[in-house]
Every structure is written in C-alpha cells, then in structure tokens.
C-alpha cells in the first residue's frame, strides 16, 4: 500500500502523468486456502457483481491506458515509447498486451517496434523469429515493411530488434532512426515501441525524443520513489512528453475496498 501511495505523490512533485495505471500481472500463485479468501473478499468498490480475477482486473486497466493514450480526445498519440524505470518492470510483457488491446478496440494498423537492444525479448514472446528487424533497417535500404513481420492478428505487426552486436545502441542515436520513424508514422496507424529501462540507459530517452511521448512502467514495491522522479526530471527536460505511467505487478495483500480507507 505505502509503495502505491508513494507513486501516487509524483503528481504532487510535477510529474504530468494522466494516471498511474494499476496493471497486476505475473502474479505468483497462492495456496488454495488464500486463493479461496482472496476471490471471497476482493471485490472493487464501484462493483456489485462477482468478484473479478487478476487477469480480468489487468484487462480493464490495460483497456483504460490504452483508451487514454490512443484513441480518447483531441490529444491522442500515434507513436509512444514504454520503457520501465529499472529492469524487471515487466514492460516487454505490457506492451504486447497492450498493442493486442489497442489491435482488439481500433481498427487501424499497428506495428510493435522492440527497441530493446540491451535484453530483447518481443520475438520470443510472440513466438517468431529476430532475422531481419530494426537494426537491419537502420543500415540497409528497403521498404520498412520490408522489415516488419505479421503476427496472428492480421493488423498488428513486428519490427523486430534485428541483428545485435556490441554497438548496437548507438543505432537509436543515428539520424536514420529519424527517418525510419518516419516511414513507419506513414505505413501505420499506431507504433509502440519497446525501449530499454529509462533509469540505466539513454536508448528511450534518444527514440523518445522522435515520438508523441513516453509511458513509465513502474514496478511495484521495486521501483524507487526517488528513481522515478528523477527520471521523469529528466524526461521533462529533454523536452519528452510523459503520457502517463504503469504500476505494473501489484497486488492486494487485503481487499481493495480496505485498502483504499488506508
């Protein structure tokens, strides 16, 4: 609770998030006796039905972010950066859920960009093959759909990261990124990009720059209160935009309507 309250503050320091999403996933499994209590007792306030489960509560809040974000209001964004704090925030998993909630609501295009060049990990979590994706597209000429890969739903598609090698990163710092991105603005509707944590290297901070802002992934009771206003300082003075910010893996050691009294 003190964690989620401590992130919640950030508004009070000048961070311009919308919100802090509440997004519970890999949730380690509880015993069958706790498991009981939990399902008797979480019930969210607002709700006189059954109790929800853990996936259904995360569906929502993704549903939520992603109506935020992309397709509410004059201010929508096209082109969005996530990239967690610090490693372990879970953002490579929450953007593949939310580009296949954004895929599930809008009818456009979407292309999901692993800009994760330090730990990339789109590929494996859909299943398809790292030949041929950003880094390749950085260096050679082509079409960029040329370089994009179709996933099961027929409008969402993958750049992936592409060949890795040691200097690798400095590509996210080259004029060619500019104009790739540009290229994909043109081919699809939305792009979400999947960047490397925010607190350790400047890989986001230098794709953030070329997009319609960044979404911080939170980790909670991880992630530092003090981390993460430095991090959204620092974004704010580069000029970055920060559409909002993920409390991702929380969950609920007492029931929820409890825990909001506290």
Not at 126 to 131: L, P, W
Not at 138 to 157: D, E, M, V
Not at 160 to 186: V, Y
Not at 201 to 209: R, S
Request: with cysteine; charged share 25%; glycine share 8%.
């Amino acid at each position: 609770m003190s964690r989620n309250f401590e992130l919640m503050q950030l508004a009070g320091r000048g961070v311009d998030f919308h919100r802090v999403h509440k997004v519970r996933e890999a949730v380690p499994p509880m015993n069958p006796q706790k498991e009981d209590e939990f399902a008797e007792t979480y019930r969210p306030a607002q709700r006189n039905g059954p109790a929800l489960d853990l996936d259904e509560l995360a569906s929502e809040e993704t549903l939520r972010l992603v109506q935020r974000t992309f397709l509410q209001g004059q201010g929508t964004s096209h082109t969005v950066v996530f990239a967690g704090v610090d490693h372990g925030s879970g953002c490579s998993r929450l953007c593949v859920r939310i580009a296949e909630t954004l895929g599930n609501n809008a009818t456009g295009s979407i292309c999901l960009v692993d800009a994760n060049l330090r730990t990339p990990s789109l590929p494996r979590l859909f299943g398809v093959g790292n030949h041929f994706g950003l880094t390749d597209a950085l260096q050679q000429a082509g079409p960029i759909r040329s370089f994009t890969k179709q996933l099961r739903n027929q409008r969402l598609w993958l750049l992936s990261c592409g060949s890795i090698a040691a200097d690798s990163p400095r590509l996210l710092n080259s004029d060619d990124l500019q104009k790739r991105l540009t290229e994909l603005r043109s081919e699809f509707d939305y792009v979400l990009i999947d960047a490397p944590p925010l607190a350790r290297y400047g890989d986001a901070m230098a794709v953030g720059k070329l997009t319609d802002g960044v979404v911080m992934i939170l980790e909670a009771n991880s992630t530092r209160r003090e981390v993460a206003v430095t991090v959204s300082e620092n974004l704010r003075a580069a000029g970055i935009k920060i559409l909002g910010a993920v409390l991702n893996k929380r969950t609920f050691p007492i029931p929820e309507r409890l825990y909001h009294l506290l």
